[in-house]
């Protein structure tokens, strides 16, 4: 089985306009597919960083001397690319959806297909798992994940089923969540609602939109006057924060303006939004709610 299929490939790829000695980042390494696309387009003066705290993701490490898998989770980009000598690069690619090796090793308990202990943990060394969040977070912190994170407007009833089911006994795995919750799941629409309860839980555990936020921050120091930043984002609070951050170089609020009153941004968008087509999202369903997004970094 193949580790992961990375979405679109070629077209995040060619969004970073690689240059043959160019030193470029994927800061979401998984099965490699993307890494391996820019070593493809580099010289032998090239070089690429990769970023990836799944312990599983780092076995697929590429053996080429003009790659670096560090081990990290890419919150931390400016720091470990600076322990490596690496002050300023020429691109750099995200892809932030989960691997399809996490979906389908069972006992990562990301999927609702396995009876397997919630967990979710993208790094097996933090603390938070998703098993914890289910049965410990308050009834109004809960309810307030499943909203925020899952776009589930009746997340208020489930949090409160949630805390009664809870008393008689821990919510251990993904079908005692699934039983817990089973009102809330009509037939024919039990497979999307679940899906929107488990991403809810997987971001929450993997900080994933303050990872994100981080992230994004610290591209516009790292990049290269006319570096590229590749971002493919799966769901609508990645892609509008994006969407934001490259349009205007804020995550919220007004753009910062220079000193003459004009807007300061560091990023002018590259072309329209890039969606998969219908022969890759054949090909690979994960890829259905995939939004490429492509930035340039100005003076």
Excluded: W
């Excluded at 060394?125 to 899952?150: H, P, Q």
């Excluded at 949630?162 to 005692?176: A, H, M, N, P």
């Excluded at 934001?244 to 753009?255: A, D, I, T």
């Amino acid at each position: 089985m193949t580790y992961h299929s990375p979405v679109l490939l070629f077209e995040s790829v060619d969004g970073l306009a690689v240059k043959e000695s160019g030193v470029y980042v994927d800061v979401t390494f998984g099965g490699g597919g993307h890494s391996k696309e820019i070593l493809n387009r580099l010289g032998e003066q090239g070089r690429l960083f990769a970023f990836d705290q799944d312990e599983d993701a780092q076995k697929n490490a590429i053996d080429d001397e003009r790659f670096i898998l560090i081990p990290q989770n890419f919150r931390y980009i400016k720091r470990y690319l600076r322990l490596h000598g690496v002050k300023k690069v020429d691109g750099i690619l995200a892809d932030l959806g989960v691997s399809s090796h996490q979906f389908n090793e069972a006992e990562r308990g990301f999927s609702t297909r396995f009876n397997a202990e919630l967990d979710m943990r993208m790094n097996q060394e933090m603390s938070l798992t998703a098993k914890r969040i289910v049965n410990e977070y308050s009834r109004e912190d809960l309810a307030n994940v499943l909203f925020k994170y899952g776009d589930l407007h009746n997340s208020r009833q489930m949090a409160s089923q949630i805390e009664k089911v809870r008393i008689d006994g821990e919510i251990l795995t993904s079908f005692d969540l699934t039983e817990a919750l089973k009102k809330f799941l009509p037939p024919g629409k039990e497979h999307k609602i679940l899906a929107q309860v488990f991403q809810a839980l997987r971001i929450e555990v993997n900080e994933e939109m303050k990872v994100l936020e981080e992230f994004l921050l610290q591209t516009p120091e790292l990049l290269e006057e006319g570096g590229r930043l590749s971002v493919i984002s799966y769901h609508s609070l990645e892609d509008r924060l994006v969407k934001r951050f490259m349009k205007n170089g804020v995550l919220e609020g007004e753009p910062i303006k220079d000193f003459y009153g004009n807007f300061s941004k560091p990023f002018k968008t590259i072309g329209k939004l890039i969606v998969p087509d219908e022969k890759e999202i054949k090909k690979n369903n994960r890829a259905r709610s995939a939004k490429l997004r492509i930035a340039e970094r100005l003076k």
